[in-house]
């Protein structure tokens, strides 16, 4: 959030909204015992488009935008949009895009 430059006031709130989380799943005549959240935000808050957006906007500079590559993103969902003129040129591309420096694995590591 700060390096989208957010202020650090939002930031701070946002570090304490997620501080000591914990909750339990329910289904069925089954509920487990509470458990720590060790991320995340309540399911259905407000909150959580926007914090999603700005969490994955990391993936938006990982691929150069050209001719047969496109990233999406919507809340909290990514996809990686790759052609090419056949298998092997396209799964060229997908594989750079995921393994060079800065990469999508790289962001994977990064955020969790």
């Known amino acids: 959030m700060r390096k989208?430059?957010?202020?650090?006031?939002?930031?701070?709130w946002t570090r304490r909204c997620l501080?000591?989380?914990?909750?339990?799943?329910?289904?069925d005549n089954y509920e487990m015992t509470v458990f720590t959240v060790e991320n995340?935000?309540?399911q259905g808050d407000p909150y959580s488009g926007v914090s999603y957006l700005i969490y994955?906007?990391?993936l938006l500079d990982i691929p150069i935008t050209k001719i047969g590559k496109w990233t999406l993103?919507?809340?909290d969902d990514a996809v990686i949009?790759?052609?090419g003129k056949d298998f092997s040129e396209t799964h060229e591309k997908l594989r750079n895009i995921m393994n060079c420096?800065?990469?999508?694995?790289?962001w994977v590591k990064n955020h969790h």
């Open 4 to 12: 989208r430059g957010i202020p650090q006031e939002y930031t701070e």
């Open 19 to 27: 501080k000591n989380c914990h909750t339990t799943l329910a289904f």
């Open 40 to 42: 995340g935000l309540d």
């Open 56 to 58: 994955n906007l990391d």
């Open 73 to 75: 993103l919507f809340v």
């Open 81 to 83: 949009i790759i052609t």
């Open 101 to 106: 420096t800065g990469g999508m694995f790289n």
